[in-house]
Structures are given as C-alpha cells and as structure tokens.
C-alpha cells in the first residue's frame, strides 16, 4: 500500500490509529475510510469491537465539525504519534514530585518597626476590602461583571490566602469533605486519594499505577459544570473505579497551599485541569511523565476516550516492568532462600565444629588431668616410701628390759595382729605413731640393713590412722601432742583405726601396704 498517496491529515490519523491499536495497514486504512480519516471514531470502534455491525462512516458523517472554540482547546496533549525517530518520547512532559512549602517559609513576617509603619495601611485594606465583600455579597453580578474585564484572573492560579494551612492528609480530607458538601454527593462517590500529592506520587512510581490529578479553582465558572458533567459522570464513576485500570485520583482546590504549588508547576493556563501521570521507563528507571493532559471544560465521553486510550498505549509497558520486577522479587526471594540455606548449613557445620573442638578440648583436658593425677599420685608414692624409710631410720630403738622409767604399749594392728613395745619414758606421742606408720619396714631386715635415706623435701606427712583406747574408749589425737606417758600412761593397749578423710584419692589405699 502506498501510504506516500495519502494526505498529510491522513498520515497523521493513520499514525495515531497504528499507535493505539497496533493494528496492520491492510485494516487499519479500510477503516479509516469509512470513519472518514476521523482517528477518534475509528479507536472508538476497534475497541468497542463493533465495526463490522456499526455504520463507522454513517457515524462519522453524522458527527459534528471540529469547532474551532473551547472544545478544541481542552484537548491540549493529542495522542502519542510514533515516529521512526522516538518522537513519542520527545513529547514525554516530566511530572514534578511537588511538595508543599510550609506557611512560615512562604510568607515572612515584617519587623516590627515596618509593621508599625505600615499599620494605617493595612487596616484601611481590611476596611475596604470587608466594603467590596459586602458590596458582593449584596450584587453578585459584580465580581462576575469585573472579572471579564480582568483578563490576567482566568490564566493565574489563586489561593485564599485566609485558608488555614493543613498538613497534607488533613488538606485532603478537608477538600474531599468540601467537595461532597458542594455537590451532594456521598463518601466513596469518587475514590479520591485521601493523602498528599506526593504520597500519591510515591505510590504510583512504587506500584506502577496511574496517577490522575485534578485541579480545580472555585474562582472559575467553568468548574462547576465540569465537576457536574464530566468528573459525576456515571462512565467516569464506572472507569476510575475499575481495579484492573489501576487509577489513583487525586484532587485538590488552588485555594490550598498544595495545589496552587502543583498548578505553578505544571503551567497551568485554564481551570479545571486534569492530566495523567504514569512510569515512563523510556526516558529512565525513575521518570513519571505526564499523558493525556486536558485545560478547560471537557465532554465526559472525549475526557474517558483520552484518558482510556493513554492507559491502553501504556499499559503493555507497565506489564513488562511488572513482569521484570516479579522476575527481580522472585530471584531476589530465591538468592535469599539460597543465602540463608547456606548461613544455616554454615551455622551447623560451625556448631558441629565447636561441639568436636570442645570435645576434644574436655577429652584432652581429662587425659591431663589424668596424667597430672597419676604423676602426682607416683610423687606422693615416691616420697611417701622416702619418708617411711627415713622416719624407720631414726625411730629411737626399744629401750632395754634394765629400765624401769619405760612406757610399755600394746598395739593391735588392723590385720588383727597385736605388737608389743617399749618407748622411752620421753617419747613423744608422734614416735608412737611413726613406729606403727613404718612398723612393717623395721620387720624387714634388709630395708633396714640400707644406709639412712633423707628425708624427702617439699613433703608434710599426714597419718591416716588413729590411736584409741578400747576401755574406756579415748582417742589419742597428734593434734593435742604431748608424751606417751603423759597421754596414754606407763602401760595401755590401743587400737589402730583408719581415718577416712574426703579429701583423699580413693587410689592412695593402693599404696598403703603397710601392715595397718
């Protein structure tokens, strides 16, 4: 088909038809002809799906001219054309992220000695302007009648300076609140957003949703009918609150602080203004541009058509970038599972390795500690032999039968063996203790045959025994001292009994082979 043949106008139609609709040239053309190159009723009926049972051309003739007046005017952005060259991005308007200026950092207060000066002033501004409001209140054709001859009120933004300045979500409900009041509605008619501008904005940039903010100004006669016939229409009502459109609505009146800023920053000409804001990932990650934008009164059919078909050329942009994003989430999900699968096996290989550090930490600890008990137990062995055979050696020998002064004492060994000797009248009770201590080496003849062995150093001997009388019984205790004869008498049998203490090793009594 040769597209050169066609007018300009009609390249342009059938630009913006392919644009929206993706349709072939070999269809696209045969509608168009018969909707007579109108771009508008042709979308209209590719959508609605009824071009074979509607007249496209009968409709297209019974539609009016394009009337060069307010009409013409509102629809300010026209579909996106798609050009060899990325034209449609170049048509892309950012959308700025506005948030509003705290009262006190917009208007300065005077010094005081200004505001004294200029007093008079503003006292006869209060008069005249309580005057100029009584007088309108009474004429209200006047303000109507001044107004045509100021032509600078309808292109400018207005904000009631007197209006209280609310945070964002309290400026909000106040607008929505107004706004059911002005017109009669009920909450919940239209799903505006009950926050700032800005949250809105996060949320759409964050969700991909579409953002559709409206502008209203009171000030404005076209304001009224626009919110009546265009915003309470029912098709509106139906489409806004679809889920699967994805729309955020926010409004707002330049009367507040919010939407006089938003209205400067969008350059905005007429009111009511509307404009759709939505992810554009073309021109980067992180831009939000503005479609479908419209200054002016607008029919609710052409306001739902543009607005519908903004979302539709879009809509399979933002599906990729949720599909992208459902990708990212779920390798991200699964890098996570992955990594804390792995911290876990970590964290059990680090406790399994631990739990054989500190068991070969307690093993080796007890086989130290072993080792440090045999040797200790083969030291105190060893120096308690020295210290037996050295204390045999100068235990003081039996005194002979010629002295009379002699302590004679019978002894009844453990083993049932009964020992009878003689001690010097001076011995001491320890003597009489050591003798039974090393009884069983002075038997040994050959253990005493050796020459005297030294007394073993760094060792304090402890006898595990005692010495009792068995009538009356009376225990002979080192601790008290004193002589033989002064404790026990001239004469006494004792009895020698084991000393448990809870402080000695159980293994000690291997090497008390001593005849107690």
């Known amino acids: 088909m040769d597209i050169s043949a066609l007018t300009d106008e009609q390249q342009l139609a059938l630009q913006q038809y392919t644009s929206v609709t993706d ?18 009723i042709a979308i209209t009926r590719f959508f609605d799906g009824d071009a074979d049972t509607v007249d496209p051309e009968a409709e297209a003739a019974r539609a009016p001219p394009p009337q060069p007046s307010r009409r013409t005017e509102t629809l300010l952005d026209s579909i996106p054309a798609r050009s060899a060259r990325g034209g449609r991005r170049s048509r892309l308007e950012p959308a700025p992220r506005v948030v509003p200026t705290p009262e006190n950092q917009m208007v300065q207060s005077l010094p005081f000695p200004f505001s004294i000066i200029l007093l008079p002033f503003n006292i006869t ?51 929505i609140r107004d706004f059911e009041e002005e017109y009669g509605v009920t909450h919940g008619t239209l799903p505006f957003h009950e926050g700032g501008y800005a949250e809105a904005y996060d949320i759409a940039k964050q969700d991909l949703k579409y953002l559709l903010v409206v502008l209203l100004s009171p000030e404005h006669d076209d304001t009224a009918p626009f919110v009546r016939e265009t915003l309470l229409s029912g098709e509106f009502q139906t489409w806004v609150k679809d889920p699967s459109n994805n729309i955020i609505l926010w409004a707002g009146t330049v009367q507040d602080v919010e939407a006089y800023q938003m209205a400067s920053a969008f350059n905005v000409s007429r009111f009511p203004y509307s404009t759709l804001i939505v992810h554009t990932p073309s021109v980067s990650s992180t831009a939000m541009s503005k479609f479908a934008s419209t200054s002016g009164p607008v029919a609710a059919q052409d306001w739902i058509v543009k607005l519908r078909t903004a979302v539709q050329t879009h809509n399979a942009e933002l599906d990729r970038i949720r599909r992208q994003r459902q990708e990212q989430l779920a390798t991200r999900n699964l890098r996570q599972e992955q990594e804390s699968a792995y911290e876990r096996s970590l964290a059990q290989d680090r406790e399994k390795a631990r739990k054989r550090k500190e068991e070969a930490a307690a093993q080796e600890k007890a086989e130290r500690e072993e080792r440090e008990r045999a040797e200790r137990k083969a030291d105190q062995a060893r120096k308690l032999a020295q210290w037996r055979s050295w204390r045999a050696h100068t235990i003081s020998s039996e005194p002979d039968a010629d002295v009379k002064d002699a302590v004679r004492m019978s002894i009844r060994m453990p083993n049932g063996e009964r020992v009878i000797r003689k001690f010097a009248a001076g011995a001491e009770l320890e003597e009489l203790y050591a003798f039974v201590e090393c009884h069983h080496l002075l038997q040994n003849n050959e253990a005493m045959s050796e020459k005297e062995p030294i007394r073993p150093a760094d060792y304090e001997h402890r006898y595990k025994f005692q010495l009792v009388s068995p009538m009356p019984r009376e225990a002979y205790d080192l601790e008290t001292g004193g002589k033989i004869s002064q404790r026990v008498g001239r004469s006494g049998n004792l009895i020698v009994e084991k000393v448990i203490d809870d402080d000695d090793d159980d293994d000690d009594e291997d090497d008390e082979d001593y005849s107690i």
Request: glycine share 8%; proline share 7%.
């Open 23 to 40: 349709q072939g040239l070999e269809a696209a053309v045969p509608l168009l002809q018969k909707c007579q190159w109108n771009a508008q």
């Open 125 to 175: 501004y209060a008069i005249v302007q309580r005057l100029l409001g009584a007088v309108g209140y009474l004429f209200p054709f006047l303000p109507r009648l001044l107004s045509r001859f100021y032509s600078g009120r309808a292109s400018q933004p207005s904000r009631d300076t007197g209006r209280r300045q609310l945070n964002p979500r309290d400026t909000a409900a106040r607008f």
